[in-house]
Nanobody, 114 residues
Framework: HVQLVESGGGLVQPVGSLRLSCAAA????????MNWYRQAPGKQRDFVAR????????YYADSVKGRVTITRDNGKNTVYLQMNSLKPEDTAVYYC???????WGQGTQVTVSS
């Protein structure tokens, strides 16, 4: 069965950095684009970034463009989200998923606060 396990979240001060990881299993990872989404308290889940199956193409939400980089390691079935210059408004639970697949992990909490 499909498994997505996010990790790497935590408490960080504004302008700090975090690297999130998402380990995938149960499907052919290198055939799927992978996404990161986030959901702040009381808000809908929003798109953050996408990377193509081979890692050659990336897309970013305007709110994170220039501060966030999505990468993947198909040998490790893992997708990453490097987040720099973090802002309080980046506080949310971050989720990964395989594009057009209806599976979600448990998410990892990112809190940006001084």
């Amino acid at each position: 069965h499909v498994q997505l396990v996010e990790s790497g979240g935590g408490l960080v001060q504004p302008v700090g950095s975090l690297r999130l990881s998402c380990a995938a299993a149960g499907f052919i990872f290198n055939l799927y684009s992978m996404n990161w989404y986030r959901q702040a308290p009381g808000k809908q889940r929003d798109f953050v970034a996408r990377i193509s199956s081979a890692g050659s193409t990336t897309y970013y939400a305007d709110s994170v463009k220039g501060r966030v980089t999505i990468t993947r390691d198909n040998g490790k079935n893992t997708v990453y989200l490097q987040m720099n210059s973090l802002k309080p408004e980046d506080t949310a639970v971050y989720y990964c998923n395989a594009h057009n697949m209806g599976y979600w992990g448990q998410g990892t909490q990112v809190t940006v606060s001084s």
